[in-house]
T-cell receptor, first 111, second 114 residues
Framework: SQQGEEDPQALSIQEGENATMNCSYK?????LQWYRQNSGRGLVHLIL?????REKHSGRLRVTLDTSKKSSSLLITASRAADTASYFCATDNFGNEKLTFGTGTRLTIIP | DVKVTQSSRYLVKRTGEKVFLECVQD?????MFWYRQDPGLGLRLIYFSYDVKMKEKGDIPEGYSVSREKKERFSLILESASTNQTSMYLCASSFMESSYNEQFFGPGTRLTVL
């Protein structure tokens, strides 16, 4: 079953604008991760936020986690054409090496 | 630079053929995973392995088997390929430590079954 569900399914913005994607999940988690996938390629890990953290930054990325609402958001600031990709959230359960991936948000940056 | 490699980027097979997809990682990871990715369905776990010769079924194991004879290599086998197994197949690996279980992915194999 799908643990993470991203919203929106697709997003198009102008270069330089900020992009926000959301992820909702159903069960308790140990951590939540975000991955990027360029067209036709494998996934690349972007950032991990633990269940006891509320916000985390990495370069132009900002991730928030609200465990009471079982949701997370990924913000990409000052978007670039190279940010065009699909973005997936992934969640795990405590003591479980498996991740459950959502269906992804397709982000298009318009130059 | 850490690396997960997959034996083929593109593969075309006929219905009923036996298909082997191979994955190799050079990071000494304990865990290895096989996913398939289909439009609108995201990534679905087929099988994973947490040690040599150990395997566990994922969410959609039917029609697939796996083999892990060496720590660095994890093979996905389609015993008798069918057209509904046309998909993108992704291999990944990670450390056993579950508190930081980032997965590293290979480039994917796009399999077409005719």
């Amino acid at each position: 079953s799908q643990q993470g569900e991203e919203d929106p399914q697709a997003l198009s913005i102008q270069e330089g604008e900020n992009a926000t994607m959301n992820c909702s999940y159903k069960t308790s988690i140990n951590n939540l991760q975000w991955y990027r996938q360029n067209s036709g390629r494998g996934l690349v890990h972007l950032i991990l936020i633990r269940s006891n953290e509320r916000e985390k930054h990495s370069g132009r990325l900002r991730v928030t986690l609200d465990t009471s609402k079982k949701s997370s958001s990924l913000l990409i600031t000052a978007s670039r054409a190279a940010d065009t990709a699909s973005y997936f959230c992934a969640t795990d359960n405590f003591g479980n090496e498996k991740l459950t991936f959502g269906t992804g948000t397709r982000l298009t940056i318009i130059p | 630079d850490v690396k997960v490699t997959q034996s083929s980027r593109y593969l075309v097979k006929r219905t009923g053929e036996k298909v082997f997809l191979e994955c190799v990682q050079d990071m000494d990871h304990e865990n290895m995973f096989w996913y398939r990715q289909d439009p609108g369905l995201g990534l679905r776990l087929i099988y994973f392995s947490y040690d040599v010769k150990m395997k566990e079924k994922g969410d959609i194991p039917e029609g697939y088997s796996v083999s892990r004879e060496k720590k660095e290599r994890f093979s996905l086998i389609l015993e008798s390929a069918s057209t509904n197994q046309t998909s993108m197949y992704l291999c990944a690996s990670s450390f056993m430590e579950s508190s930081y279980n980032e997965q590293f992915f290979g480039p994917g194999t796009r399999l077409t079954v005719l």
